[in-house]
């Protein structure tokens, strides 16, 4: 099948790499791109498209981008005539997901509502992508045999999000619990009295925040993320206000984005401490 990627960042590449593994001819849209961006596709064998006008003759294409450009992205799209399945696979709340489909209604195109779990690893097994809407089998099948494991959810839009959502919840809500309180503890001096208790009660706690600063190079990404979760979540009648405040947490630590070597645990904790609520 004649596929579009939109975008081969680090997660579009794996979803590339996974498309073409099983058997997908892999487009792009080359303009407006980085140099980054660009290298990456090359080197992937993408073919490039020079707009998305391009994209009216192909049969399917994936949407991969930060949640906020998702529905700008998608209506791009379908205003240049794109008629072919379309998954957005973005970190999106399922209300968002009903925008989505909203949006291509009578439009020749059909929506398929995706959520990633996992993270950019071309490892079977590690990454998942589920989906869900009355075409959402014949979004698994682009990827049948390929590392990249497929589940469709069910037959309703935005099922595969909120469950993405409710994962997302949890696995970097928490990360940005653990910061938040790494930080008052060394703001208030007990950083190192906390650590000793965790040492002796806690040990898996203790490792964790040992390790916190892996995600610094990529936690700017999630404040998007925590918003749509905060969505989510208040669609189900719950409080949004942790995820809203995940969410400034996050964007304190834009400062890392995309660093080449992981900062440190303190590196972390010191910029947060740093930046000031207006300031973000």
């Known amino acids: 099948m004649q596929v579009a ?30 140099a980054a961006t660009r290298a990456r596709a090359d080197a992937m064998g993408l073919t490039a498209l020079p707009d998305l006008a391009s994209l009216a003759h192909l049969q399917a294409a994936v949407s991969v981008c930060p949640p906020h450009a998702a529905l700008d992205l998608a ?74 494991e497929t589940r469709v959810v069910s ?14 919840a949890y696995s970097k809500g928490t990360s940005a619990l653990l910061l938040a309180l790494l930080t008052a503890a060394k703001h208030y001096g007990v950083d190192d009295a906390l650590t000793a208790q965790w040492s002796v009660r806690d040990r898996d706690l203790l490792a964790r925040s040992e390790t916190i600063g892996m995600i610094g190079s990529r936690a700017w990404r999630w404040s998007g993320e925590m918003l749509e979760i905060s969505t ?9 206000g942790f995820h809203d405040a995940a969410a400034v947490l996050f964007e304190r630590l834009d400062t890392f984005k995309d660093c080449a070597a992981a900062p440190t645990p303190q590196d972390l904790i010191a910029q947060i401490a740093a930046t000031a609520p207006g300031e973000v």
């Open 155 to 168: 037959e309703e839009i935005g099922a595969a999000s909120a469950l993405k959502m409710c994962y997302a």
């Open 75 to 148: 209506r791009d799209v379908s205003d240049a005539g794109f008629k072919g399945l379309y998954i957005d696979a973005n970190a999106v709340a399922p209300q968002t997901a009903v925008k989505l489909s909203e949006l291509f209604a009578g439009t020749g195109a059909t929506l398929v509502d995706g959520g990633i779990i996992g993270g950019p690893t071309r490892e079977p097994g590690r990454t998942f992508l589920h989906l869900s809407g009355r075409a959402a089998t014949d979004a698994a099948a682009l990827f049948k045999n390929s590392f990249l």
């Open 5 to 34: 990627l939109l975008h081969p960042g680090d997660m579009g590449a794996t979803i590339g790499a996974a498309l073409i593994s099983a058997g997908q001819d892999v487009n792009w849209v080359s303009a407006g791109r980085s």
């Open 232 to 240: 989510t979540f208040e669609g189900a009648g719950l409080p949004r």
